[in-house]
T-cell receptor
């Protein structure tokens, strides 16, 4: 079946502009994650959605970052007033969510959106 | 707090050599999962393995093997008879059930022909 898809694959924007990044998770997956990968770095957790529960926003670096998930499926990560330090690859992942009460599910990652802020 | 350390930033080997990628983790939880992911040049993370904290048996899958030792908080990954296609960045990650994976900084493996 189809994997996690993200769009756009590349985004170049000017400092101060707003950007929206989209993630389409695997159908049926209830959990959705956003991570950020800066050049040469590991993955930094940003936000997590599970079903209809309130999202875990503990990883968002500033109030310029926000995300929503409509209808429990597609998610959009919005960065307002972009800064050069926001340049990174933004990765989305989905997982089946809780299974028998366990969070320990494999996460399936999308190809990422490479954001460049000039 | 959770932490994953991959001390090897970059490793270069010649094809057919064996190579071990180190991973050391920190957590106070007694129940957790450890993962290895591969990130080829295309950028998409590929799941390799998941092990839970109660299963210390080593695992082998083809040319890949994993050595999990709770006593040293390590979960090392060995590729036997490496191939050029193994060239990638490899990430070790920890899941303590707090919803997000904690990733190490990754090890870039270059396999020269």
């Amino acid at each position: 079946g189809a994997g996690v898809s993200q769009s756009p694959s590349n985004k170049v924007t000017e400092k101060g502009k707003d950007v929206e990044l989209r993630c389409d998770p695997i159908s049926g997956h209830t959990a959705l994650y956003w991570y950020r990968q800066s050049l040469g770095q590991g993955l930094e957790f940003l936000i997590y959605f599970q079903g209809n529960s309130a999202p875990d926003k503990s990883g968002l670096p500033s109030d310029r970052f926000s995300a929503e998930r409509t209808g429990g499926s597609v998610s959009t990560l919005t960065i307002q007033r972009t800064q050069q330090e926001d340049s990174a690859v933004y990765l989305c992942a989905s997982s089946p969510g809780t299974s028998g009460g366990s969070f320990y599910n494999e996460q399936f990652f999308g190809p990422g959106t490479r954001l460049t802020v000039l | 707090a959770q932490k994953v350390t991959q001390a090897q930033t970059e490793i270069s080997v010649v094809e057919k050599e064996d190579v071990t990628l180190d991973c050391v983790y920190e957590t106070r939880d007694t129940t957790y999962y450890l993962f290895w992911y591969k990130q080829p040049p295309s950028g998409e993370l590929v799941f390799l393995i998941r092990r839970n904290s109660f299963d210390e048996q080593n695992e082998i899958s083809g040319r890949y093997s994993w050595n999990f030792q709770k006593s040293t908080s390590s979960f090392n990954f060995t590729i036997t008879a490496s191939q050029v296609v193994d060239s990638a960045v490899y990430f070790c990650a920890l899941d303590t059930g707090r919803r997000a994976l904690t990733f190490g900084s990754g090890t870039r493996l270059q396999v020269q022909p």
